[in-house]
């Protein structure tokens, strides 16, 4: 039975909190169209101008390394310039870098536009986007937040995937690259109109902050390299940056940049691989959501070691089940896609919990670059893989070997994510 309280709050309007969630969302499915591109690309570009598997993969794991490495600085930009500002910059840059890449001819220009300024672009919208909106914006249903923005890469994949790969087919990657560059320029004009940097912008309070409760005083945060010389003093962020870091190997830098080559290589079509890359998609909505409520509810030390432990052994699977094809690469699609990102709510949770709320975004903008850094490793190391050994067997047999690692760190390093307030002072000591 509703209480007076409860029924009062079912009756008011949407609080707005959901309206910047919901602009995030877009914004950050926008970035992942944009980051599945380059997968897609990379046939295309080999086959049209002669390049190398291994140098196409070296300015993707220069784009992934940016997108992680801006993601502490964009946090304390955001601090002060404000959401809305650093997210129009950005996808400003994101559009017109990917629009004038259909007139590129050389290396160069593919690594300038779609390794450093993409990746520049689509760092500032990064899961740090997310841990901020999150953590400034909401009070309760945090971790159910976080899974449904987490779920926004998921879905991206899902919208764009499987139109790119029939625009590469047919017209060409120039097409493809086109409807992402307009993509990015609609939602350009949805945050102009509706982002909102703090929840004091639009009259209220973060969503579920009780009315009688004091404002609590505005907690600056600290520097982003001020934050990382204190936070790398603790236990706690080498375990979630070194676990973070497997994390990203394992997703965007292997599975996300290569599976379609991978799959190309047995004989599979890249329009089949996009297909399966959209199915992990529409499990990794589900998964990361169900992970965002769980973690709610339930430690994230144990579900981080479950989510690592699975992922690991759907890997160590992986060289046998692209060979049969078939039902186990669909059954593969499903489970690794229920495990994509699932990791991020409760290493968000952990974060929280280790250096306090108003270094959520700072610390995890870090822990971020570590998953992004394992990423751009694992994307140039499977195309050097590939390029020296013919193959992926190997690329995918040490990711697998690492997710297991990863997976039991969090049931042998409890004391580690204890909290530890952090103090400018802390950097100095």
């Not at 912008?201 to 990382?228: E, S």
């Not at 965002?292 to 089940?321: E, M, N, Q, V």
């Amino acid at each position: 039975m509703l209480t007076d309280h409860e029924r009062r709050k079912e009756s008011r309007p949407l609080h707005y909190a959901w309206v910047v969630a919901g602009i995030t969302f877009l914004v950050m499915l926008i970035t992942a169209g944009v980051r599945a591109a380059p997968g897609l690309f990379m046939v295309p570009l080999e086959a049209e101008f002669g390049w190398t598997r291994a140098s196409i993969s070296a300015a993707v794991a220069v784009n992934i390394a940016l997108f992680g490495l801006i993601g502490p600085f964009a946090a304390s930009v955001m601090d002060r310039w404000g959401l809305r500002r650093v997210v129009l910059g950005a996808l400003a840059l994101i559009s017109s870098a990917v629009a004038l890449s259909t007139q590129m001819s050389t290396e160069w220009q593919f690594f300038v536009l779609w390794g450093i300024v993409v990746g520049a672009g689509t760092g500032v919208t990064a899961m740090v986007l997310a841990a901020v909106v999150a953590t400034r914006w909401f009070d309760a249903r945090r971790g159910l937040v976080m899974g449904i923005l987490s779920a926004a890469n998921a879905t991206g994949q899902l919208i764009f995937l499987q139109p790119l790969a029939l625009a590469v087919e047919g017209p060409g990657w120039r097409t493809a690259a086109s409807i992402v560059a307009g993509a990015a320029a609609v939602v350009f004009v949805l945050v102009w109109l509706f982002m909102k940097d703090r929840p004091s912008d639009a009259g209220v309070r973060p969503y579920g902050q009780a009315a009688d409760l004091p404002a609590a005083p505005a907690t600056k945060p600290l520097a982003p390299l001020t934050a990382l010389a204190a936070a790398s003093k603790t236990r706690a962020f080498w375990v979630l940056a070194g676990t973070f870091f497997i994390c990203g190997a394992s997703t965007n830098g292997l599975i996300g940049t290569h599976l379609i080559s991978a799959c190309h290589d047995v004989g599979i079509t890249p329009l089949r691989s996009a297909q399966l890359l959209a199915v992990m998609g529409i499990f990794d909505i589900l998964g990361t959501t169900a992970s965002g409520w769980l973690t709610d509810r339930y430690s994230a030390r144990h579900l981080l070691f479950a989510y690592y432990s699975l992922r690991g052994l759907s890997l160590l699977f992986l060289p046998a089940t692209l060979l049969e094809g078939g039902m186990g690469l669909g059954v593969f699609a499903v489970f690794y896609g229920l495990d994509w990102i699932a990791t991020v709510p409760p290493t968000v949770k952990l974060t929280t919990e280790a250096f306090g709320r108003e270094n959520t975004g700072v610390i995890y903008g870090w822990i971020g670059a570590s998953h992004q850094l394992g990423a751009s490793m694992a994307a140039l190391g499977a195309g050097a893989i590939r390029t020296e050994l013919g193959d992926y067997r190997m690329a995918f047999l040490i990711a697998g070997v690492l997710c297991l690692v990863a997976g039991a760190s969090f049931l042998l390093v409890a004391r580690s994510l204890r909290p530890t307030p952090l103090h400018p002072a802390a950097a100095a000591a």
